[in-house]
């Protein structure tokens, strides 16, 4: 692929779009001038924090509506309005919210991130055999123990396998994010090169950090699939 | 009686002793050796605003110690009887008492043993079988749950993942897992309907052992009539819609049965003839 973007580029007669070679030099102007790892950074820290601000109010919220059947009944409509939203017409609202800064991004990967997870964490519930929450109860487990012991460790193989693409789409969110709402980051990255003199080189070497950190995350998150008290399903078991 | 090296005896194992199988089938039982006694017990589900009754006048009381089959055809309410005997539902009128006790919750006094697909995926052998063990010590807990592994043959598969295990294994695990919080009764509910024919024998065995080892109360729904007269001091006669009992079956013959000797043959042709089935295919 990056001998067909070499050839490529060779032989076409545009001059701002930039080949294999000029990224890489790109990408080692970027580092000397510090930028790079700050911006990587950055950009981590927005989709760490959204994430996570998502999952902890997704996963409670989610296992209270998977079990009490009347929440559902009642979240639902809110969440099937919300939930087609792209996180990104949330942007104005977001500045108006919380300006320009950080608060903004992360509150754009929180949206982006909070209703898929609700969703996954409330089917997850709904799929739990019931024999299972009978023994838990059998064995004299209470509200809480049974929600440790039973209820999320058999939610969890189907949570992994929704955080791993929410975490993709959280990744897609924060560079959009920070095209318009904050000025650091890979996002912003892109939009500033090009606003700063057409600098396709620095474009398109964003756009490889981009993609290399995406794979990595979803290669962190397919390693816990692996784990194996989580590395069973219930088709296999059934 | 049961001893761990280094601990007491369980509790709860030395109290019985006197109200064992044998007295359960005289005239005379001892007031305390009614383990269970479920009285004039109807339950009335809603379907489609229409009231369908599935369990009508149940009466019937247990011994301590005794193993008694509920068999019925599928559909008579025998799953529903034994669910609201572990207090799983609650009927629409009458009560079950055990040890005198309205069951009115789930307890691990009664543990509820499922088809083998009731033990969880996500521990292992040793996960599962501790799982009910959260209130004693970590050495106790190790020793109980050694103790039971071995019972019922899983040994060297401490570890194992019950993915990795056959249904006869899950089954046995999921035995193990109930006896190790010591109950004083075991509901079992069709557990080895779904396990091929050669290990739903070995099973049947190897539960008669564990049985005869332990000296629990033992109530066990099935729809197999060579399961309940192979296991049972008594099998409870099921019929359908609304579910009644309609005959309760002493099996007069003593462990290990011989399944082809004559009055194996009457018992089970008695009850196929109860059932409402002709002898010959």
């Not at chain 1, 009944?73 to 809110?78: G, M, Q, T, V």
């Not at chain 1, 398109?204 to 290399?212: D, N, S």
Request: glycine share 8%; proline share 5%; charged share 15%.
């Amino acid at each position: 692929m990056i001998a067909i973007w070499h050839f490529a580029i060779a032989r076409s007669t545009s001059t701002l779009l930039p080949g294999p070679w000029s990224v890489v030099l790109g990408l080692v102007d970027l580092l000397q001038h510090g930028l790079l790892f700050k911006y990587v950074v950055a950009s981590l820290f927005r989709v760490t924090w959204g994430f996570l601000l998502a999952l902890c109010l997704a996963i409670p919220a989610g296992l209270a509506a998977g079990w009490f059947e009347r929440l559902d009944l009642a979240l639902n409509p809110i969440i099937q309005i919300l939930r087609p939203i792209s996180p990104l017409a949330w942007i104005p609202i977001a500045i108006l919210w919380f300006g320009v800064g950080d608060a903004a991004a992360i509150f754009l990967i929180f949206v982006g991130c909070f209703f898929p997870l609700l969703v996954t964490t409330i089917n997850a519930v709904r799929n739990i055999p019931s024999v299972h929450i009978q023994a838990g109860r059998n064995f004299g487990l209470g509200p809480v123990t049974l929600v440790m012991r039973v209820l999320l460790p058999a939610a969890l193989p189907q949570l992994i396998v929704g955080m791993r693409i929410t975490l993709g789409i959280a990744w897609l969110v924060v560079v959009a994010a920070e095209m318009i709402a904050v000025n650091s980051g890979l996002g912003f990255l892109i939009v500033d090169a090009r606003n700063a003199g057409n600098r396709y080189d620095l474009v398109v070497a964003g756009m490889v950090m981009i993609g290399l950190i995406g794979l990595v995350i979803d290669i962190c998150m397919r390693s816990l699939e692996r784990i194996p008290s989580l590395r069973w399903t219930y088709v296999e078991n059934a | 009686m049961h001893e761990i090296p280094g601990t007491n005896t369980f509790p709860a194992l030395d109290v019985r002793g006197e109200c064992l199988v044998g007295s359960v089938n005289e005239v005379t039982v001892a007031e305390e050796c009614r383990k269970l006694e479920v009285s004039q017990l109807n339950t009335v589900f809603k379907r489609d605003g229409k009231d369908l009754s599935v369990l009508s006048n149940i009466n019937l009381t247990v011994y301590s110690g005794e193993f008694i089959c509920i068999l019925g055809p599928s559909g008579c309410g025998k799953s529903t009887l034994l669910s609201t005997i572990g207090g799983f539902s609650t009927p629409s009128s009458g009560e079950v008492r055990i040890d005198g006790e309205i069951v009115s919750a789930p307890d691990p006094r009664r543990i509820f043993v499922f088809q083998e697909r009731g033990v969880f995926p996500w521990l292992t052998v040793e996960g599962n079988v501790g799982f009910g063990l959260f209130k004693l010590s970590s050495t106790e807990r190790q020793q109980r749950v050694a103790h039971y592994i071995r019972m019922v043959g899983l040994e060297g598969f401490e570890k194992s993942y019950p993915g990795a295990l056959s249904g006869g294994m899950k089954q046995r695990l999921e035995v193990a897992r109930a006896l190790a919080v010591n109950p004083d009764m075991l509901l079992l509910d069709e557990p080895f309907g779904a396990l091929d024919s050669i290990t739903r024998l070995t099973m049947r065995t190897e539960l008669l052992r564990i049985w005869e080892a332990e000296k629990k109360t033992v109530i066990f729904v099935t729809h197999d009539i060579d399961e309940a007269v192979q296991l049972a001091d008594r099998v409870v006669v099921m019929s359908a819609r609304p579910g009644t009992i309609q005959e309760i079956v002493k099996i007069d013959m003593a462990h290990p049965r011989d399944i082809s000797s004559p009055r194996y043959l009457q018992l089970r042709d008695g009850i196929s003839r109860q059932i409402g089935l002709a002898h010959g295919i």
